[in-house]
């Protein structure tokens, strides 16, 4: 069944969070503001790759105005951050390495006089070669971005020698796919409010995905107890992994406690930009080759990341891609060999999807190739190749067994959308295409005769029809339209080897109300409208019975990260813990009070009820009246589950997509415009109806975006894509065609681990999809995005 | 002959306008833009700070009923002019375009989504039956990167009904 408004009935719910987003009631952290507050900034470097040769910051110390002026000289503790290897410098020492290079910053009464101490900051460089290709990077003559060289992290997979196979396959395809920098490019940019305390601590209000995981990388920096930092780090303006890392805290923090005064640091885009991470630029080699019968017989990967110059998640981002490259699909003999390159581009790291974007348009690209080469239709193929049931995890793991593999590919192979692109559903043939002149691709694909220009002659709907049903209307002879699919399977948690708790608490409060208390982030996502959702479908409780509690250090649980699409199915099992045991201290509490015995009771909205009848027999404020002495309170501490071998990386829990596009390409410009998009996902059962909807949809069109606009492009080291004017995300022109989402909910009987995450899986598949349905469009094989609008214009013979 | 009416008002370094329906004045320089005289001197934070080059919307604010940046507006711009912003479209209870946007959930964030408000708003005033073509253009100076803009069209075709019961 389709997931929408209507189908979801009563489930559809206002968020918890809605009414100050829609008023703009809502402070987010780069909103608040207190009196006497100073102006933080950071001077950062103008040189991708730089000696340092002095620094003079007396001139901008000795203007009015100027409180610190900060340099490594001015950490008390550790001048590094970093979550997973700590290796970039708070303030550069001697050496910058990349141009969004923190050297100094300054606090000043005002904007402006900050702008002012920068500029009087005296830095000399001696600028170095500048390594800005990951590939010549790796040569034995490369200059060295760090002393040790210029590899962050290498990975390789291996099941078998791929040779015997590729010598029996009657197809191989060798392909290289590029992918490029892709930026998060969240609205609001990084920021936040650095307070001391009177009691000495230091409360930090800047957005983060793991609060506590910012306190400890603070405390390490600042030299004192984790204990003596506050971090509170949600509500915040989108993050999608690019807010996961530490970025203004460092300065906030240390400008601070250095002028004892609340401090406001908030990048401006260009900043943002500069300093901020990226997704991974991969360029990923694939040789894949099948018998007659379409078996894979071989699989042989190269990757190359460009890290940029500082680790971040860099390797487990890398690791990630080696998993999903691999994918759903069984092979004789798999051989992946990755590298993660340090370079002075910009800072690559963790972004939604988590590398599986990259791997799996890679990946996906070789199926529909191979597809081609057998003059196969490429989901059949597909099918030919796809994981069973009960089969090991792409790296030979064990892994929670569900159907999903299977449910995706039928629902998509069922769907009208993929239907009309095949023959078999609404194609029609429309006029003018062979007759004007259009040049027909002639390319190695020898299925396109059949599958791709019959798929073009659909009756294209023009671009003003914003994918509305027009019957009828022809397209003009140069709008070739095309169906495509692609499959993902994509891993969820943090994987083998990292620590990846869970948890949380819930408690009857003294006012009365049910605090669910978690230390996850909202950044967007509907994660506090999930969390709400449950308590009131798992509980029973009314939502004006429940206080969500998030984003603070100082009075939540550490509950992991809220990445790698872990949070909500986290806090599903954590209410699935809690539920007996808060339930049932609620109840006894309320028998005692009410001296009724316990099974005459249960919770429910308002207060305790009688268990038959459902009449309230206590409100919660008058039980929470009651246990004053000793509070009800249940809190549960586990980990992700995570899959029983040394792998590390491997993920144990697995979503499951199939996503069908129609594209049309107008030969004249070149251009791709997406009509209509399906997506089918398999992740248990749907939280939250209105958050799945908004993650698939809003996933999708950050992948449209990596697939026709979105590069930050740069040369020698410097962006020229420097703000929103350059660097093109998807508008509201880009994305107006039909979008049907079709969740599948069954899991096996038994399964423990209830709804899959969802977070990032919906960013991954139109990619491949896109590409796909442009070769079933004009015959031709896109292996580069964003897809080059030169590769698929012709010109020629239209007049 | 140059025009030097503008300047001559602004030479007090102040501002004298309406603000979601009150008389405001306001001592800043005459080229402060006004989204940081929203935001820093008023304390109104609901118009956003992102781009602040006019291209991503996140600070459309009403300027005599017409949308306009408010990062590429300056204080001079604004003298005499009526300003509503997100705050003062809720001033007496939610208006039908925010309640269209909470019902179907065109928000995920909610960075964009005053901004992306004050657009439909605009819109709608203008154009109580806009076509698929008059939504885009309208909509085409905010952009969203959490929905993917399914939920905020949605939600403008919800408004649209919305606005149209509201009508007598």
Same mark, same amino acid.
């Given at each position: 069944m389709l997931l929408n408004r209507t189908t979801s009935g009563s489930r559809w719910r206002t968020r918890p969070d809605g009414p100050g987003k829609v008023t703009g009631g809502l402070s987010y952290l780069t909103d608040l503001s207190l009196p006497g507050m100073l102006h933080g900034l950071v001077l950062r470097s103008p040189h991708p790759h730089a000696a340092i040769v002095s620094i003079d910051a007396s001139k901008a110390m000795a203007l009015p105005g100027v409180l610190a002026v900060l340099t490594y000289?001015?950490?008390?503790?550790?001048?590094r951050f970093g979550i997973a290897r700590p290796d970039q410098p708070v303030f550069c020492e001697d050496r910058v390495r990349y141009i969004g290079d923190a050297v100094a910053a300054v606090a000043a009464e005002t904007p402006e006089i900050a702008v002012l101490a920068l500029r009087a900051i005296e830095v000399a460089y001696e600028p170095l070669p500048v390594v800005d290709d990951p590939e010549r990077a790796l040569l034995p003559d490369s200059p060295l971005v760090h002393p040790e060289g210029n590899v962050l992290h290498r990975n390789d997979y291996r099941t078998a020698d791929v040779a015997p196979g590729f010598a029996a396959a009657a197809h191989i395809v060798e392909e290289t796919y590029v992918t490029p920098r892709q930026m998060h490019t969240y609205m609001e940019t990084e920021g936040g409010l650095f307070v001391p305390e009177a009691d000495g601590r230091l409360a930090v209000y800047s957005a983060t995905q793991h609060g506590f995981m910012d306190r400890m990388q603070l405390a390490r920096i600042l030299? =004192?107890?984790?204990?003596d930092i506050r971090v509170v780090s949600s509500p915040i303006g989108g993050s999608f992994g690019g807010k996961d890392e530490l970025n203004v805290q460092p300065y906030g923090a240390l400008l601070a406690l250095a002028t004892g005064k609340p401090v406001k640091v908030h990048h401006s885009r260009w900043e943002s930009v500069r300093a901020g991470l990226k997704r991974h630029p991969m360029k990923i080699r694939m040789k894949t080759g099948v018998d007659a019968n379409g078996r894979l017989l071989a699989h042989e990967v190269e990757i190359v990341a460009?890290?940029?110059?500082?680790?971040?998640?860099g390797a487990e981002v890398l690791n990630f891609a080696v998993e999903h490259v691999i994918g759903p699909y069984r092979y004789d003999a798999v051989d992946v060999k990755s590298v993660n390159v340090y370079t002075n581009n910009g800072m690559s790291g963790e972004f939604r999807g988590f590398g599986g974007n990259q791997a799996i348009f890679a990946l996906e690209g070789q199926m529909d190739r191979l597809a081609d080469k057998l003059g196969m239709d490429p989901w059949a193929f597909r099918r030919l190749n796809l994981r069973k049931t009960d089969d090991a995890g792409p790296l030979g793991q064990p892994i929670a067994v569900t159907a999903g593999a299977s449910q995706v590919w039928e629902a998509l192979a069922e769907s009208e959308l993929w239907r009309s692109g095949t023959g078999r559903g609404s194609a029609g043939s429309g006029p003018g295409i062979g007759a004007t002149g259009g040049k027909s691709a002639g390319h190695d694909g020898s299925g396109e005769e059949g599958i791709g220009l019959a798929a073009a002659r659909v009756e294209a709907k023009t671009?003003?029809? =914003?994918?509305q049903a027009t019957a009828g209307t022809p397209a003009p002879p140069w709008i070739r339209r095309g169906v495509g699919a692609s499959f993902v399977m994509h891993g969820a948690g943090l994987g083998v080897g990292i620590p990846d708790p869970a948890g949380g608490r819930l408690r009857l409060a003294a006012d009365g109300k049910i605090d669910a208390v978690f230390g996850y982030e909202e950044f967007g996502q509907g994660l506090i409208a999930s969390l709400e959702q449950m308590l009131i479908e798992q509980f029973g409780f009314a939502a004006e019975d429940v206080r969500i509690v998030i984003g603070d250090t100082d009075v939540v649980p550490d509950s992991g990260s809220s990445t790698a699409s872990r949070s909500t199915s986290m806090m599903w099992q954590s209410l699935r813990r809690l539920r007996g045991p808060f339930a049932g201290k609620l109840i006894a509490a309320a028998s005692a009070a009410l001296a009724m015995p316990a099974d005459r009771l249960r919770v429910g909205a308002g207060g305790i009820r009688d268990a038959d009848g459902g009449e309230l027999l206590l409100p919660y404020a008058a039980l929470a009246a009651a246990t004053a002495k000793a509070p009800v309170i249940a809190e549960t501490r586990f980990e992700f589950p995570r899959s029983p071998v040394d792998r590390v990386g491997a993920h144990f829990l697995y979503t499951y997509s199939a996503v069908a596009v129609a594209v049309e390409v107008n030969l004249l410009t070149g251009r791709v415009r997406v009509a209509d998009q399906y997506h089918t996902v398999a992740a248990g059962p749907v939280v939250n109806p209105q958050g799945f909807l908004g993650q698939i949809e809003g996933g999708s069109g950050m992948a449209l975006g990596f697939s026709l606009t979105e590069d930050a492009v740069m040369s020698g080291g410097h962006y020229l894509t420097e703000n929103l004017d350059t660097y093109l995300i998807p508008t509201v022109a880009e994305l107006g065609g039909t979008f049907e989402v079709e969740p599948i909910e069954t899991l096996p009987e038994g399964d423990e681990y209830g709804p899959r995450g969802i977070g990032e899986v919906g960013s991954v598949g139109l990619a491949p999809a896109i590409a796909s349905a442009v070769y079933r469009a004009v015959g031709k094989r896109v292996n580069r995005l964003p897809i080059d609008p030169a590769l698929l214009q012709e010109t020629d013979g239209w007049y | 002959m140059i025009d030097r009416t503008e300047a001559r008002r602004a030479s007090g370094d102040a501002l004298a306008c309406e603000i979601n329906g009150d008389a405001v004045t306001v001592r800043v320089p005459p080229s402060k833009r006004l989204l940081s005289v929203l935001r820093?001197?008023?304390?109104?934070?609901?118009?956003k700070r992102s781009c602040e080059i006019g291209r991503c919307g996140a600070c459309m604010v009403l300027a005599d009923g017409k949308p306009v940046n408010a990062c590429l507006t300056m204080a001079y711009q604004c003298e005499g002019k009526r300003i509503t912003t997100i705050e003062g479209l809720s001033k007496g209870g939610l208006h039908p375009v925010q309640q269209a946007f909470l019902e179907e959930g065109g928000y995920q964030c909610g960075y964009c989504t005053p901004g992306m408000i004050i657009s439909v708003t605009a819109l709608l005033r203008e154009q109580p039956s806009p076509t698929a073509d008059q939504i885009e253009e309208a909509l085409s100076g905010n952009l969203c990167r959490c929905t993917g803009y399914g939920g905020i069209l949605r939600s403008v075709q919800r408004a649209i009904d919305l606005t149209k019961e509201a009508q007598p």
């Open positions: 000289a001015d950490v008390p503790g550790l001048n030299g =004192r107890p984790e204990a460009d890290k940029g110059p500082y680790a971040t998640l671009a003003s029809d =914003r994918g | 820093d001197d008023l304390g109104l934070t609901g118009t």
